[in-house]
């Protein structure tokens, strides 16, 4: 469920139109999305691998694989093109010094550095102290390395920049590496492929096929260690030249220490090996690496037992509805008017139910907001859980959900403007809630990134977003996003605005006294919501924190569709029980009752962040954490609350329409 990669037997729908689309344009006997363009190289091809920054998961910092005294290319350091979403995740990568031949095994010489000064050196230890990790690429497959940790074989992508002996108070940088490439024969007939990287749309068509016959690359393995090179001797070689094959040592003192003066040169070999992996099946062994398997078993019990709960108070709330309209139907007019008299309930405050709310424009503004994040949400994980967003497409998946976002302005402004017709019965004022709609989510995110960008400015980390991207994102905000909020804003005072079923009196009612205070039940009604997420979140956090792929959209999509039932159905029964105490101040308590799941999902990002990121070093890495932790959890709040709060108005809305009102 929500892998990656999607044969052609087993695509949505949706894919079955495309198949057909190209069955059309081309004669073919085979389909498939990928994730990306496939590329063939023949024996001797020259193959380029890349560099993406510097990353820990002690810092949370990434910076450039470049300030560090690495070797630099021959001709130059060339920065990739990279998309929106890799520029705000941090990502630079450039082109590197490493260079293989398909299928050729050698053992090459890059450069020897210049004595390390005070400054290299302390740079140098600083990134080893920090578990800073280099990040290589080869035909878009990161480098994965294989470790040993309490007898248990790990797989990590990316190799460390140097390591420190347990008792010892030297570092040693790591200046050998042996690479091993897995290549598989493709004959290139037979089958057309349709790829969404970096590269594009792509399909090989029939006359292509012969070119495209050769080797794939399938497999992408690094085995690191450091080597104490004799500087004088290296530094009479030039690059890429052959050496003999290196053995790694196994004693301490052969290593390459990190120390004033010292020349470290800089080695690696290659090694290429025939492998039965298919190209459409080579991020599998990425896909399953250690510590992002999903524990099923937990999982399917927390489904059980949320079904369970959300079967339960839905079966008690529909009883008790259908029984009170029933009793208050059956009776006769004489009766109804005695009925009113001696019980109190929801009848009660048939002419307060739909009295304006208190900071109503607020209201409409935050579920305008809320109608885009949720319409981005679902649509982004729909489309991952059928394999568009790949692994294999760097940064796509935050590219995608900024331009959903912008485009689904037009149906914030629609809900936000009519919510704001049916409140206040009049058009007046629309524009000002469309503007308030187009900016409240934006500007609180702007201003949290702002101040997280001069943190991040401040510690010179590829992480901090460069002024060009702010004035992109700036362009992309006031050019798309606000015209589509205020056409949809406009859409909403043409429509035909929600009549109330009963009128509203004068003079307001007056709410009974309790012996506790409402709130208490609102901010508890959010722990059932959050029940649905913990799990995931888990996972999601792991993902983002401690650079693991997550790739279950499948599974993510049906806690989501969870969530959403949940969320409606708590908002509902807590909105009945309030109108049941004669407590008509129900909107923002439906729009909390449902939205409080962002209130437990902050407290449990602190949670990890204090017993499962315990390697998190540093103030600065704790606030960035928690900024964005806060992101994430205003947008689940809009997201929820809004759920929470149309359902119970429509709820609300029915229940009113169906009493006899004289």
Known sequence: ??????????????????????????????????????????????????????????TELPFSYYSLPYCKPPEGIKKSAEN?????????????????????????????????NEHEVKLLKQRT????????????????????QNGV??????????Y????????????????????????GSGVEILGTGEEGMNVISDSDKKKASGFEIVGFEVYPCSIKFNSDLMSKHKMYDNLASVSCPTEIEKSQVIRERERVSFTYEVEFVKSNIKWPSRWDAYLKMEGARVHWFSILNSLMVIFFLAGIVFVIFLRTVRRDLTRYEELDKEAQAQMNEELSG??????????????????????????????????????????????????????????????????????????????????????????????????????????????????????????????????????????????????????????????????????PARKYPSWLLVLGAGTLPFGTLFIELFFILSSIWLGRFYYVFGFLLVVLLLLVVVCAEVSVVLTYMHLCVEDWQWWWKAFFASGSVSLYVFLYSINYLVFDLQSLSGPVSAILYLGYSLIM?????????????????????????SVKID
């Open 1 to 58: 469920m929500g892998s990656w990669a999607v044969s052609g037997r087993k695509t949505s729908s949706m894919l079955w139109v495309l198949f057909l689309v190209f069955l059309f344009a081309h004669e073919c006997s085979g389909f498939y999305l990928p994730g990306s363009y496939m590329h063939t190289y023949s024996t001797g091809d020259p193959i380029y691998a890349k560099v993406n920054s510097l990353t820990s998961i002690e």
């Open 84 to 116: 929106l979403g890799e520029l705000l995740m941090g990502d630079q990568i450039d082109n590197s010094p490493y260079r293989f031949r398909m299928n050729v095994n050698e053992t090459i010489y890059l450069c020897t550095t210049s004595s390390l």
């Open 129 to 148: 102290r920090d578990l800073y990790q280099v990040n290589m690429i080869l035909d878009n497959l990161p480098a994965m390395r294989f470790a040993t």
């Open 153 to 162: 074989s790990i797989q990590w992508t990316g190799f460390p920049v140097g």
């Open 164 to 187: 420190t002996p347990p008792q010892s108070d030297d570092d040693y940088i790591i200046n050998h590496l042996k690479f091993r490439v897995l290549v598989h024969e493709y004959e």
């Open 346 to 511: 929801w009848k009660l405050v048939v002419g307060d139910v739909f009295r304006e709310p208190d900071c109503s424009k607020l209201l409409c503004t935050m579920i305008g907001d809320g109608v885009q994040i949720t319409g981005m949400a679902v649509v982004t994980i729909v489309f991952a859980s059928v394999g568009f967003m790949s692994p294999a497409s760097r940064g796509m998946l935050l590219t995608g959900m900024i331009i959903l976002y912008l485009f689904l302005g037009i149906f914030a402004g629609y809900v936000g403007v009519r919510l704001w017709r049916t409140i206040k019965g009049t058009s007046e004022g629309w524009r000002s809630v469309s503007w308030s709609v187009a900016c409240f989510f934006p500007g609180i995110v702007f201003v949290i990134l702002t101040a997280l960008n001069f943190i991040l400015w401040g510690s010179k980390s590829t992480g901090a977003i460069p002024i060009s991207l702010y004035f992109i994102l700036l362009s992309l905000w006031f050019c798309i996003s606000v015209p589509l909020t205020l056409l949809g804003g406009f859409l909403g005072t043409q429509s035909e605005p929600i009549q109330y079923p009963v009128r509203t009196n004068q003079i307001p009612r007056e709410i």
């Open 633 to 657: 959890a205003i947008a689940i709040m809009l997201s929820t609350g809004t759920i929470g709060l149309l359902v119970s108005f429509y709820f609300v809305h029915y229940l009113f329409s």
